[in-house]
Nanobody, 126 residues
Framework: QVQLVESGGGLVQTGGSLRLSCAAS????????MGWFRQAPGKEREFVAA????????DYAETVQGRFTISRDNAKNTVHLQMNSLKPEDTAVYYC???????????????????WGQGIQVTVSS
C-alpha cells in the first residue's frame, strides 16, 4: 500500500503560480509512475501530468503544456507539480496518483493508477 498526501493548494489570481506537492509513505515510490489528475465540478477526472519512475519521461495534457511542470524526488519520496500562468479553467480538485509497472502510454488514464491521494483544491480567480 502506498499512502499519498497532497499539499500546496489554495486560492490564486489569474496568472499566478502554485506548487503542489505529493508526499508518499509506507512504500518507496522510486519504481512507480506518478501522475496528477484534476476534477472540476460536474466534470470527469482528467489527466494533467505524469512522470515515469526514473524521471526520464514526462507527459502533459495539452491544456497545461508549457505552463505546468511535474518533477519527482525519489530520495524524498515526493512528487511536485509547479503550476504557472494559472487560468480560471485550472480550478479543480487536484489528485496525486501512483502506479507500479506502468506501461507508458496508459499513464493518461485514471484506471491505470492503483493509489490516490485525497485531493486538494486549487481555485484560480479571474
Amino acid at each position: 500500500q502506498v499512502q499519498l498526501v497532497e499539499s500546496g493548494g489554495g486560492l490564486v489570481q489569474t496568472g499566478g503560480s502554485l506548487r503542489l506537492s505529493c508526499a508518499a509513505s509506507r512504500r518507496t515510490i522510486s519504481t512507480y509512475t506518478m501522475g496528477w489528475f484534476r476534477q472540476a465540478p460536474g466534470k470527469e477526472r482528467e489527466f494533467v501530468a505524469a512522470v515515469r519512475w526514473d524521471g526520464a519521461i514526462a507527459d502533459y495534457a495539452e491544456t497545461v503544456q508549457g505552463r505546468f511542470t511535474i518533477s519527482r524526488d525519489n530520495a524524498k519520496n515526493t512528487v511536485h507539480l509547479q503550476m504557472n500562468s494559472l487560468k480560471p479553467e485550472d480550478t479543480a480538485v487536484y489528485y496525486c496518483a501512483a502506479d507500479h509497472f506502468t506501461t507508458w502510454g496508459t499513464h493518461k488514464f485514471p484506471g491505470t493508477y492503483d493509489y490516490w491521494g485525497q485531493g486538494i483544491q486549487v481555485t484560480v480567480s479571474s
